[in-house]
C-alpha cells in the first residue's frame, strides 16, 4: 500500500514538472543563465548580491533578528580559533598556509575545484584535510568543530570576493556537474523531496517552522553557526542536515555526491560575493 | 587557552557602547543528552562590567540566556584608551576575566 | 501547495497500517522477514537513498527479536522491508524523472 | 533598595564560609560591587528569583514589589523568533533614575530570564539573547525610582529553544 502511494506521488510529481526536453546533458553556461534568471525574476525586490544571505533576504521578522545578532555573531569563536590554527605549524614545520595559493588567505572564493589528477571535485574542506594529512596529520571530522574553524577563518578572509568556480574543458569535470546537478534535482527520502523541492520551487516560504533560503548563493554562507545545532557546522553537516529532515539516511561528510552538488551550487552562484561565515536559525 | 570574552568598546562623545560575547554552553538543565540523560544547568551567573574601580554593569543571568550570551549596553564618564575590566562566575565556581582597551 | 499535499500524502502513507502478522511468529519466520528485509535495504543503500524510517523500523524489529516477541519483530522487519522497497522504486522513478526539474 | 541578595542561597555559602559570609550578607546588594577585588561574585545572584514560577513571584523575590505597565518602558523583541534558541530581546527607558532592568519570559519553566543592575551614569538600555520554550509573553521590568514599570509583547516561537 506505502509503495503504490509513494509511486502514485512521485507520477504526480513528476507529470506536474514543465515537460521540457528531458535529458541529463549538460550546458553549464545556459544553465547558469537560466538559474539566475529564475530567482532574479522571482524575486525581483531582492538585490542579486542579497541572496546569499539566505533566507534573510526573503523575510524582513528575520533580517532584523539577522542583523542584530550579526552585530556580534557567535561565529566570532570559530574565526579566532581557525586563525591561530592557521598561524600553528604541523609538526613538520609546514602550515596550512603552505597547502594554498597566496597562503591560503582570500581564496575561498576559488573552491571547489575540479583537480584533474584525481579526476575529482576538491573542496575547501577536502584541500584542507588532504593538506593534513600530506603533512603527516589526522584528518578532522568533515561536520563541525576544527573544519568547521577553519573553514571560518578561511571564508572570512575572503569576504565580499565574487564565487570563482571553473568548469575546465575535461569531460570528468563535466560528469561532475552533471552528477552534481542530478543529485540536486533528484527526489529522495521518505518525504519524497529533492534539494531543488526546498530551495528552487519554495525559497522564502515556511515548511514546518524554517524559512526556505534560495538555491543560489546558497552555498557562499558556508560554514554557518546555527541555532538549532548551537553551534558552527560545514557545508557537509548542512546537508545531511538536508537528508535527515526528509527522512533520508545521510551520506558520509564530502561524500562524491556532496562534493558534485557543492560544485554545481557554487557554479550557479558564480560573481556572487563570499559572506560565510554566516548564522542561520 | 584563548580567553572567553570577546569585548568591544567604543567611546563615541561622552558615552562608550559596549558589546561583549562570552563563550559559554549556557545548559538550562532541561535538554536531553544523545544518551537521554538530562544535561545538568551550567550557566553564567553574574557578569561585572568595571572602569576605574567603579563597577557599570551588572548582568544576573539564568538558564534563559542563549548560549555563547552577548550583551550590549551604554555608560558615560569613560574615555579612548581606558581599561574595561570585564569577569564572569558560572554557577559550577568557574570563571574568566579580561580587560579591554575602550576604543 | 504541492509540497504540503505530498507531505501530507508521504505522513499517512508512513503511519497507515501495515498489514500485522496474524499469526504467532517464530524464531525462523523472523530470520526469514530479517533476509528479506536486509536484501532490500543493501539494495537501497546501493543507490544511496535510504529512509531513515527504514532504519528506524529494522532496529524495532530486532530490539523485538532479541525480546522474544517475534510477532512483532516480524511485523517490524516487513515494515523496514516496504519501506525499503518504496526507496527503490523511488531512485528508479527518479532516475528518469530529475531532468524535467532542471531548471533550464 | 534591591533585593538582589538571593537569601536560600546567601544562606548556603554562609554556612560555607562562616562568618565572612555573614558580613558580605550583613553590607547587601550594594556594597558588594564596591567590593575592593571587583570580579563578578556569584554571591549577588538571585536564586530564588531565578527559580521562581510566574512574573508575580519571579518580581516579588527580585524586587520585593509588582509593576505596572507603562509607555517609557520600550521592548524591543520579534515577532516571530527565527529560533527559540537565540532571540534579540532590547529594553530601553526613557525614565528617570533607572536602577535596574530585567526580562521575564512568561512561558518559560522559571520566569525570569535576565536581570541586570544599572548604576548611575550607565544608560537604561540593554540588549542580550534569550532562550524561549515556546510562545510566550515577554515582559520587560524597568526599575525607576524605586518602581518598577513594564511592557510586555508577545513572541511567536515556533522552533522551541529548550530541545535537542
Known sequence: MLRKLLIAVAMVAGAAQPLFAADAASDPKGEFKAFRDYFTNRFPKVALDDFVNGPYSMDEGLRKQWKAIDEFPPYDFAIDKGKEMFATPFKNGKSYGDCFPNKGIGVRQDYPQFDAKSGQVITLDMALNNCREANGEKPFDYTKDDMAALTAYMAFTSRGKPMNIKIPDDPRALAAYTNGKRYFYTRRGQLNFSCASCHVQNPGNHIRTEVLAPALGIMNAMPIYRSAWGGMGTTSRRLRTCNSQVRGVPLPGESEEYRDVEYYLSYMANGLPISGPGTRP | MASTIRVRAIASGDATQVQALISHPMDSGFVKDSKGQLIPAHHIDVVEFEHNGKVVFTCLWGPAVSKDPYVKFSFKGAKKGDDLKVSWVDNKGQSDSSVAKIG | ?104 | ?164
Open chain 4, 1 to 164: 533598595m534591591n533585593d538582589f541578595s538571593g537569601a536560600p542561597r546567601q544562606t548556603r555559602r554562609t554556612i560555607l564560609k562562616g562568618a565572612v559570609g555573614i558580613a558580605v550578607l550583613g553590607l547587601g546588594g550594594v556594597s558588594l560591587m564596591t567590593d575592593a577585588h571587583a570580579a563578578a561574585d556569584a554571591k549577588a545572584w538571585p536564586d530564588k528569583a531565578f527559580s521562581a514560577k510566574g512574573e508575580a513571584d519571579a518580581l516579588k523575590a527580585l524586587y520585593g514589589k509588582t509593576g505596572e505597565p507603562s509607555d517609557k518602558v520600550n521592548l524591543d523583541a520579534p515577532e516571530i523568533a527565527e529560533n527559540g534558541a537565540v532571540v534579540p530581546i532590547a529594553v530601553a527607558s526613557t525614565l528617570p533614575n533607572v536602577t535596574g532592568i530585567a526580562i521575564l519570559v512568561l512561558e518559560n519553566p522559571n520566569t525570569l530570564a535576565a536581570a541586570y543592575k544599572i548604576p548611575e551614569g550607565t544608560e537604561a538600555s540593554v540588549a542580550s539573547r534569550l532562550k524561549m520554550a515556546k510562545t510566550s509573553k515577554v515582559m520587560a521590568v524597568v526599575e525607576s525610582g524605586g518602581k518598577l514599570f513594564t511592557a510586555t509583547k508577545e513572541v511567536k516561537v515556533t522552533v522551541g529553544g529548550c530541545g535537542g
Open chain 3, 1 to 104: 501547495m504541492r509540497t504540503r499535499t505530498l507531505i501530507g500524502l508521504a505522513v499517512a502513507a508512513s503511519v497507515a497500517g501495515f498489514a500485522s502478522a496474524a499469526f504467532a511468529a517464530t524464531a525462523d519466520d523472523y530470520k526469514a522477514a530479517e533476509a528479506k528485509a536486509d536484501a532490500a535495504i543493501k539494495q537501497a543503500h546501493a543507490l544511496k537513498n535510504e529512509w531513515t524510517t527504514t532504519a528506524d523500523a529494522m532496529k524495532q524489529a530486532k530490539a523485538a527479536a532479541s525480546a522474544g516477541k517475534f510477532d512483532e519483530a516480524v511485523k517490524h522487519a516487513q515494515e523496514a522491508e516496504t519501506l525499503a522497497n518504496a526507496s527503490i522504486a523511488q531512485s528508479r522513478e527518479q532516475e528518469k524523472l530529475w531532468p524535467d526539474a532542471v531548471v533550464r
